[in-house]
Each structure stands twice: as structure tokens, then as C-alpha cells.
């Protein structure tokens, strides 16, 4: 997260970010006024959400005493959430996982912000790092969070303990939980057909028993490698293969990580990204990821375990895993009546790797559309429905994702550019720009005073970065 806002002044006041810069999506005019109270997503700071006037939907009404049935994909973040604004808003939610302890490969990482605008219980915050540590190519290390105020924190979960605590919840408010591999889906027949979503049913079997299930419309939140995607053509995306370790280490050594995570720069690591230690529970998440360098992966894990050096000596790794992150949004995320969300869209933001916030807020932005345009689960939906989601999604946060786009190609491109980069986080408005943009995800407007000087500083880090880059060439080191 940490390059997370040196962006905020570039991008200023919401006005101004509005004019300047399109949305991923065509917005659309939704249908005329008024009626239905649903919680907003809209609301982004602060626990509750706030009621929200919803319009009324011209689609077709549903036969009396039928509601419409959507089938949720993927019970990650994405679609734990959308099952729960689904069936909260009345309409008939089949949530289908795969594995009911699945543990996905993730840092674990949330914003602030999360807790509050989900809810989330504290018990299921491992850790509350207050101290993010930069450590730059040459091992000059900042401390990032000296701003930060006293209730404020970086939450660190496991997500086999979040992601079944949001499955719970979407089944406890009437979501119909099912334990089944999502294999493919065959589109309505003709006018006043539905859905044929095909899957095996597990639940407790070892092996799968064929079930069909007709539905009115599909959530796929089946994360990186989607099937639901490939089902509607939405097209592919680039994307970066993250590898991680999670390690037992000494428990005096567990002390340093306490409110304590790391993150490692340097083409050592990565060429391309960060490598990092997040603190969990009783151990350390110890990982790095790349999308230029795929097939090196293995000996960039060793050098950032190298890196971390005698912070993790005597470590017990107990798990080893690997898995895929989108690099940009799928070329179409809604047809007909299916939509994308989280990894399956390709919301992970580039630089800093966060996916699980938007992966919620997508799922629950998604389920929100739906429950409106269909008020209530009493009428079908549309495509437009579906749409209103995305125009809304890439409104909220279009920005945000163009910002770290730029700021990795600035900033992670060389070993002097990313010393630069450990060298601007020591400053303390960058600091305060950075954990504010990241701890509640909205684009921060700066002061301009501070803004010139960070945009001069920058630029004299850049320009050292680069003499230092081009000294460095000619006796070839970084080349
Ligand atoms: C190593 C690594 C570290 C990361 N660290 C962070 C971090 O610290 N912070 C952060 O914000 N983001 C991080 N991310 C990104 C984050 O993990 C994802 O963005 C997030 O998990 C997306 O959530 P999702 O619900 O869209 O998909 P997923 O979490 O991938 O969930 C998809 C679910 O669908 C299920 N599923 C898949 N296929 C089927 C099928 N055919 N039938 C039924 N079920 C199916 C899966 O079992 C899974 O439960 C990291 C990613 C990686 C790989």
C-alpha cells in the first residue's frame, strides 16, 4: 500500500479528478425515481451505511409468489458479500464455493475502512500494524505510520478466517449456502428462459454429484482464473504470479513483527513489484510477485527471504503457495444478464496489490444494482442494471486504479527509481497522503503549498535516481 497516494496531489480535488479522467465504462442514465431503502455503498467512511433513495425499475414484473434467483459464484470476499446485499434485499441467493476452507493465497491486508464499512468483528484482526516498514534495494529502511493517529491501523487477517466469516453471514441473512464446483453455464433458451448453471454438488462427498440449476442471473466471483468469465467471453487479462510463504518463526522474533510489516523494493525481489512480511496471528506471510518475470519467481522468494535475513532465522514454513493477480480490468464484465466482480473483473490495483477491499465493495456495489433493479427480487433485471454497477464502481475508483498504474511505472521501473521511492515515503506529508488515501480509500486533497514541494522533491529524487541510474550503468551494476 504504501505508494498507495504520493498520487493524492497529482490528482487533487474529486472535481477536478472528474473532469480530467473517463471512467473504464460508458456511464449510463439510470430509469426514472424513487421508493425502495437500501444501504449504500456510496457512503465510504465510518461504520453503518447510510439509506439511500432507490429508483423504481420499469423491467418486468415476476410472477406473483416467484422472486428472481441469482446464482453467486465464488465465496471469496466478492461474492460473500454480494450473497449478503443479495439476500438481504429480497432476492433468492445460491452462493456456490468450492471448498469451504479454502485458504486463499493473500497477505491479508485491509484497509481501515473495511472494518468499519463491513463490519467486520475485531476478533477476526489478527494484527494491527501501525509501523509499515520501506527497506529500498540498497537496505535503507523508512518507517512509514508516524501519522497515523492512535485508533488508526493496517488490519492483517487470514482469509480462510474472513472469507468464511462473510459466507456465514450472507447464509444467517437467507442465502442459500452450497458447497459445489461451478463448471460451466449454458444461456437462456428464448424469451422467459432462465439460466442452466451446471456444477458438482460436494457437500461433505468426495465426489461431486451433478446438479443444473436454472437461475435469472449470475454473480461470477470465482476470482483470478474465472470460469464464469470465460463462460460470457469477458476476454483476459494480463497478470502477475504472487508467491508466499507462511512461516513459524521464534517468538521472540514474532515481537518485531507485533504492529510490524515490511516491504521490500528492489530488482532483487522483484523487478517489477514489492516483496513483503505481513505478521499474522502466530506467524509471518513472507512473499513477493512479479509479471515480467514469471518464471524466476522461485529465486525472487529466496532473495526476499534473504533480504529478511535474521528476522525470519529459524523459521518453519508450514505452507507454500501460489496464485495469479489481475493486472487491469476484464475487457467486458457484464453481458446480458452476468456480471464480474472482484478478481474475476480484474479489480486488484497495480503497485500496491490490494484486491480484497474492492473485491467486496464490487460484490456488494453488483448485488446493490441488482436488488434495485429488480426491487426487491420481485422483477427480472437487465443488462442495464448490470451496468449501473460499473459505471458506479469505476466512478468511485477509476483514480485510484490510474494513479498506482503510473506511480509503478515511475517509481518501480529501476533500482535508483526505487530508491527514490523509499526516500519520499521518509517525508511526512507524504506519509499522511499516503495512509490516508489507503486507510479509507478516497483520493485526498492536499494543501498546495505541500503539494509543490512534494512535486519538486519528486522530481529531484527522479533526477538523482537517474544520474545514479546512468553512473551505475556505465560501470555496470543495475543494468
Ligand atoms: C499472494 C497474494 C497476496 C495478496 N495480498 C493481498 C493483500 O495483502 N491485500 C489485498 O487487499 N489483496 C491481496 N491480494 C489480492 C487478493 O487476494 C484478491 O484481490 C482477493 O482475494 C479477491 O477476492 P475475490 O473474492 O474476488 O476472489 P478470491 O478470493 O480468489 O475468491 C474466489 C473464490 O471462488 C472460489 N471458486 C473459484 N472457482 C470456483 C468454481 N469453479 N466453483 C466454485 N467456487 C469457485 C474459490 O475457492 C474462492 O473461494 C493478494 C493476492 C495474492 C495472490
Redesign the pocket.
Known sequence: MAAAALSSAATATPARRHAALPSFAGLRRAPNAESLQLPSSTGRRGRGRAALTVRASNNPKLPAGRRLRVAV???????GCAAETLAKGGVETVL????MD?C???????PLCMVGEFDLPQDIIDRRVRKMKMISPSNVSVDIGRTLKPDEYIGMLR?EVL?SYLRERAEKSGATLVN????RMDKPAGPGERYRVH?NKYDGRAVGEPVTLEVDAVIG???????VAKSIGAGNYEFAI???ERMRIPAEKMEYYEERAEMYVGLDVSPDFYAWV?PKSDHVAV?T?TVTHKGDIKLLQEATRNRAGDKIDGAVTFRV?????PEHPRPRRAVDQVAL????AG??TKCS???????AKS?RMCAEEIVRGSENGTRTITEADLRRYLAKFDKLYWPTYKVLDVLQKVFYRSNPAKEAFVEMCADEYVQKMTFDSYLYKRVVPGTPLEDLKLAVKTIGCLVRANALRNEMNKIGIYS
Do not use: T, W
Open positions: 459464484i465464488g465465496g471469496g470476499p466478492a461474492g456456490i464455493e468450492r471448498k479454502n486463499k493465497p493473500c497477505g491479508g491486508a485491509i482469509r472469507d459445489g464446483l461451478f463448471l456444477y466471483a470465482d476470482g483470478a482464473n474465472s470460469r504472487a508467491f508466499q505481513f512473499g510477485g503457495e501460489a496464485h495469479p493477480i466482480v472482484g478478481d474475476a479489480y486488484v496489490g490490494e484486491g480484497i477491499y474492492f473485491a460484490g
